[in-house]
Structures are given as structure tokens and as C-alpha cells.
């Protein structure tokens, strides 16, 4: 596997999980916390991580082919076919397990909010040397 597929994924899962808990603390504040809740926010959480995942693997691929109509196909195909997927283990939790709708699908919008913050971290970063094992990332990050 590509390390800055390995590198750009765990950063979306941190980013997931502290707005996991901080949206679990939210629920615990309301007195609306329950097992449903977590359950919930677990499901959409890993369908949220697996998306993004999928889609760094997806472009990692389709880049590494080197042809840009090829990889521009690929990543539009794997858009709609992850999107079902995201879809369906929503609609597993929420219509099997029960859990919560909200505590399901906000977490859907976690990914997002972390790229949405992915320009701070390189600022930081920026003073320190670039890891070896990202060297040629350019494209993700």
C-alpha cells in the first residue's frame, strides 16, 4: 500500500474520532445518550473512514497507471459506487440496529471537516523536513 494512502487515511480516522467524541459528549450533554448513540456513530464513523480509504486507494491507482483519462473514469466510477456503499451501511445500522439517524449520518461530514483543516497542519508542518516514506505524495497532499 501506498504510504500516503496509509499517512492521509489516519489522519481522516484521528480527525473522525475527535469529532466522535466530541459529538458523543454533545448527546451525553443533551441527556440524549444511549447505546443506539455509539453504535450509531461508530457505523457512520467506519463508513466515513472506509470511503475515504477506498477513494486513496482508488486515486493512488488510477494515478500510478498514467493515463489521466483512465484516472479520471476510475475516480468518478468509484464515487458512486462508494457513495451506495456509504448508503447501504447507513441503512443497515439505522434499519437493523436501530441506532440513532443523526449520531449515523453526521459523522458522513467528519472526513470533510478534517481536509477542510488539512492546510493548518501542512502550515505547521511546513518548518520540518518532508517524511521519507511520503516522498511523491504531492497529489493527496
Known amino acids: 500500500m501506498d504510504p500516503a ?9 484521528l480527525w473522525t474520532v475527535l469529532l466522535s467524541v466530541i459529538m458523543e459528549g454533545v448527546f451525553l450533554v443533551l441527556n440524549q445518550w444511549n447505546l443506539k448513540v455509539l453504535l450509531g456513530n ?7 473512514v472506509g470511503s475515504f480509504f477506498l477513494l486513496a486507494v482508488t ?3 488510477a494515478v500510478s497507471s498514467g493515463k489521466p ?4 473514469r476510475r475516480v468518478k466510477a468509484s464515487a458512486g459506487l462508494r457513495l451506495i456503499a456509504m448508503g447501504g451501511v447507513c441503512a443497515l ?21 478534517g481536509l477542510f483543516f488539512r492546510p493548518l497542519a501542512d502550515r ?11 516522498e511523491g505524495s504531492d497529489l493527496i497532499d
Open 59 to 61: 486515486v493512488s491507482r
Open 42 to 48: 461508530l457505523g457512520g464513523a467506519a463508513a466515513a
Open 124 to 134: 505547521k508542518r511546513k518548518g520540518s523536513a518532508p517524511a521519507a516514506d511520503t
Open 5 to 13: 494512502v496509509r499517512k492521509e487515511t489516519g489522519y481522516i480516522a
Open 69 to 72: 483519462e483512465e484516472a479520471a
Open 93 to 113: 445500522f439505522i434499519g437493523v440496529l436501530g441506532t440513532n439517524v443523526y449520531a449515523t449520518v453526521i459523522p458522513l461530514l467528519f472526513p470533510r471537516v
